[in-house]
């Protein structure tokens, strides 16, 4: 099998992609269950995901603290 060589075009397109979907999905379950829980289910899901890729526990903790922390110091304007 031959390695594919993926393009930034691809990348970028998967990354959107994967980001729309994301949001309508959450968006049609918040309508049920509400968007905090679904807003905790996500955080909970990619944390245990996060915590199982990565190579130990501090790494994971670390890229989750990347995370919250550019999330809480972006420019909201």
């Not at 393009?7 to 970028?12: F, H, L, N, P, T």
């Not at 959450?26 to 890729?53: P, R």
Request: net charge negative; charged share 35%; aromatic share 8%.
């Amino acid at each position: 099998m031959q390695n594919k060589t993926i393009s930034q075009e691809e990348k970028e397109e998967a990354h959107n992609k994967f980001w729309y979907k994301l949001r309508d999905v959450s968006k049609e379950a918040s309508e049920t269950v509400g968007t905090m829980h679904v807003l905790y289910m996500g955080m909970e899901y990619f944390a245990s995901e996060c915590k199982l890729c990565a190579p130990n526990k501090e790494e994971a903790r670390e890229m989750m603290i990347d995370v919250i922390d550019r999330v809480l110091e972006a420019d909201d304007d």
